[in-house]
């Protein structure tokens, strides 16, 4: 009950929040489906960028939800929750969890439109599926570079800065095949590119495969849990920044 109660807690505090903002709910929501239909169209062919706005979808507001970490460092409950006897496990998994939701169900809004890019429906649950995985490890590095950091514009910066390159090079513009041979490499060790190869089979599968789906998700899976790893670890150290 410790551990349960302050990250059920935590949870639906962040879902709550988010909810009531109505602006951020539509800007989330609008903003894929417009960039998937406008980019779609100019290929003249809406299933080419299909899956990689998905991609972007989720790995965005899973990101750019963790940015809550600092607001509340700033409001001080984040430092009521540290110095209360709740496990600090369950701020991170409370966290992970309210920002890994808030993404999925913003996927899932464009994943209504699977049938109109000309995609397969029968197999939504895998997608889905794998929606929620690549939410939850998105938002444990984002909640692992926010609680690094003391300003929500430099948070922004910062993410723009390491996100696009990683969308960019996960095969969302294109494939790996495609690329030269050390922009191969940097791909291959870029854990987006999992993701959306996995995404990508599960939409369509004559995919131009870059791993199998069940390499893919193991990728992806194992990235996640060693970034919660060490999300627990830096939580669990003392620190300064979040003492104020």
Known sequence: MNFLLPTWTLWRRDLIRFWREKARVAAFAASPILFW???GSGF???SVFFPGALTMTVMFAAIFS?????EDRNEGFLLSMLVSPAPRLSLVVGKLLGGATMAWVQS???LCFTRIAGYQTGNLLEVAAMLWLIA???TALGFLIAWQMNSSAGYHAMMNLLLFPMWLLSGAIFPPSK??????AVMSANPMTYAYSALWQLLDPKADQYASISTCVTATAGFGILLVVIASW???????????
Request: no cysteine; charged share 10%; glycine share 6%.
């Open 37 to 39: 239909f406008v980019i």
């Open 44 to 46: 003249g062919d809406l």
């Open 66 to 70: 963790t940015m809550s970490i600092i």
């Open 108 to 110: 899932l809004i464009l």
């Open 136 to 138: 939850f490890t998105f």
């Open 179 to 184: 690329a030269v041979p050390w922009m191969r």
């Open 234 to 244: 830096i939580v669990s150290r003392p620190s300064p920044r979040t003492a104020g």
